[in-house]
């Protein structure tokens, strides 16, 4: 099973017209966020959820089921109700109230079970084969991933001489399909937080291995494993993808440099985003990732679902 690059086009097709164009913003010379944190649900999650919902056709009368940490959650919970579908959402007990109100708010069924998102997505898998729903996988589905992607697309037409992009990585469903939607030319920095190195320990290990969770990314970041269709993408193995090009480089953020990330965006631009949503600015703030002279770098700002009453602290 691959995506291809030719997948994300079709996706930018078919979810055009239920998704933003999210902005960028030219920071400093050489320098540029994807606002994706202003995002319809409130980050990048709704183009995959579209894209899958909008593929399978006709729907079963259960209408359709997924696990998430919450921002996935409120992204199928958000397509679902905008395509008439009833959804039901399994989150685990560490989603943040904010998200948990969210999928309330949006009319989404929603059952909490387990500390962590894998034990949500076991519960999501048996409440599927009892009710015949249609599961919206996090991050390892082609039409998820390929969903994802079509945010890549649009950088690429808003800053075409952007060298580098940098994402922050939970399962692997972003970056993967960011990597099958930039140029060729276009190096991807995957940024996981040191708490929950999922890809990072794949790609040293050769194959996906479980890990840990925990940490300030863990409701959004708190893959235990990189999905296996992510990891075929981000490994170079099967699909075409960027790393046919200019490579993929993955690093890693200590939690203080996320928050102090997080805490500058809001304190220095105005820019709310929850502390997935930062992961990827505190790869260059901390020096984690240093461009070279001259580089021009783009750095998604992937989701803003958070209280803000925490973003000084």
Request: hydrophobic share 50%.
């Amino acid at each position: 099973m691959t995506v291809t690059h030719a997948d994300v086009q079709a996706a930018g097709e078919r979810v055009a017209g239920h998704v933003l164009r999210t902005p960028i913003l030219e920071i400093s010379p050489g320098l540029i966020f994807k606002l994706e944190q202003v995002q319809r649900s409130g980050s990048f999650k709704v183009r995959g959820a579209f894209n899958r919902i909008l593929s399978a056709g006709s729907l079963p009368p259960a209408g359709v089921i997924a696990a998430s940490g919450g921002n996935h959650g409120l992204a199928v919970a958000y397509a679902a109700r905008a395509l008439g579908v009833r959804a039901e959402i399994f989150v685990p007990t560490v989603a943040s109230p904010v998200k948990v109100a969210g999928l309330r708010a949006l009319g989404a069924e929603i059952t909490q079970t387990g500390a962590i998102y894998s034990a949500a997505a076991e519960a999501a898998a048996k409440r599927a084969a009892e009710t015949g729903a249609l599961p919206v996988h996090a991050y390892d589905q082609p039409e998820v991933i390929a969903g994802q992607g079509t945010l890549a697309l649009e950088l690429m037409e808003q800053a075409p001489g952007v060298d580098t992009v940098l994402v922050a990585v939970g399962g692997g469903g972003l970056a993967s399909g960011v990597s099958l939607g930039l140029r060729e030319d276009v190096k991807l920095v995957a940024v996981e937080p040191e708490l929950i190195p999922a890809l990072h320990r794949a790609l040293l290990a050769g194959h996906p291995v479980p890990i840990e969770v925990s940490g300030v990314g863990a409701d959004a970041l708190g893959a235990t494993q990189v999905g296996d269709l992510a990891f075929g993408i981000l490994s170079g193995a099967g699909s075409e993808s960027v790393l046919s090009g200019a490579g993929v480089e993955s690093v890693l953020v200590s939690d203080e440099a996320i928050i102090n990330a997080r805490r500058r965006l809001w304190s220095e631009h105005r820019l709310a985003v929850e502390h997935a949503g930062a992961a990827a600015y505190a790869a260059l703030l901390s020096g984690a990732y240093r461009p070279a002279d001259g580089e021009r770098v783009a750095v998604v700002l992937c989701g803003s679902n958070t209280d803000p009453a925490t973003l000084t602290g």
